[in-house]
């Protein structure tokens, strides 16, 4: 089945930097990769997505990008701020249908 | 238009109780899913729909079951609860063929001692 790893598990930067945290996933058949940020104690947000006929799509401070290729895609969060700090959760569909499967989590602390 | 709501919030259950989470969307979604959080992990799907009358097994579906009578509708049973089940409980809905996008509801947070 389709397999999904996220990397890093914990990601510390300083406020105003950069954070880039990357995914990679086993089923050459998923073509929609969704970004989800958890705050403690809250449900999942949809914060990006993106689908596989298109490589890069921003929002903002948000871009995602994506490599069908190496089955990799990466979010990118420019400028962080406190409120950026959240659990950001990685997902691929499987088999081009509705069934996600999620990365492990990336812890985010933005440090003031 | 309430979303995906989950009832209850909070439940503490004792080993080898059975209890029904409830999830109910007002989105006319055809998909809705259920998901387990344990601590310091992802979402790990455990049963699923496509539809009124249509359920299937997701990765983790050993101890529940689920049914699916209306669109709006998809009740989770824990038939005999076990500690093993602790963890929170999220529902999930969509539209099934223009738009992926999951909505989630607020979570159940299930102790089972």
């Known amino acids: 089945g389709e397999n999904v790893e996220q990397h890093p598990s914990t990601l510390s930067v300083q406020e105003g930097d950069s954070a880039v945290i990357k995914c990679t996933y086993s089923d050459s058949a998923s073509n929609y990769f969704p970004w989800y940020k958890q705050e403690l104690g809250k449900r999942p947000q949809l914060i990006i997505d993106i689908r596989s006929n298109v490589g890069e799509k921003k929002d903002q401070r948000i871009a995602v990008t994506l490599n069908k290729t190496a089955k990799h895609f990466s979010l990118h969060i420019t400028e962080t701020q406190p409120e950026d700090s959240a659990v950001y959760f990685c997902?691929?569909?499987?088999?081009?249908?509705?069934?996600?499967?999620f990365g492990g989590g990336t812890r985010v602390l933005v440090k003031p | 238009n309430a979303g995906v709501t989950q009832t209850p919030k909070f439940q503490v259950l004792k080993t080898g109780q059975s209890m029904t989470l409830q999830c109910a969307q007002d989105m006319n979604h055809e998909y809705m899913s259920w998901y387990r959080q344990d601590p310091g992990m992802g979402l790990r799907l455990i049963h699923y729909?496509?539809?009124?009358?249509?359920?299937d097994q997701g990765e983790v579906p050993n101890g529940y079951n689920v049914s699916r009578s209306t669109t709006e509708d998809f009740p989770l049973r824990l038939l005999s609860a076990a500690p093993s089940q602790t963890s929170v409980y999220f529902c999930a809905s969509s539209y099934l063929d223009h738009s992926y996008e999951q909505y989630f509801g607020p979570g159940t947070r299930l102790t089972v001692t």
């Open positions: 729909s496509v539809g009124a009358g249509i359920t």
């Open positions: 997902a691929a569909n499987k088999a081009a249908g509705n069934k996600l499967t």
